[in-house]
């Protein structure tokens, strides 16, 4: 896995989100749509990046709710 271990499979999935975030009109093209792209970009997210967008998300959002 071009000289990663097995266990870098994180750091593999971080490099491919940087790839696509870096290119993204270009990816949006070649898979046909700003959805597509989208899917495709969350779906490489490692779990705890994932928790924390989403707690990041859910802070802004009872921020509004309790102003």
Known sequence: LLGMGEDSWSL????LHK??????????NL???I???????????VAGLYMVRKFIVMSLF???IFK
């Open 35 to 45: 959805e597509k792209f989208e899917e495709l970009k969350y779906s490489l997210l």
């Open 19 to 28: 790839e696509l975030t870096s290119w993204s009109k270009e990816y949006i």
């Open 12 to 15: 593999v999935r971080k490099h």
């Open 62 to 64: 009872l921020k509004i």
């Open 31 to 33: 898979l046909g749509g």
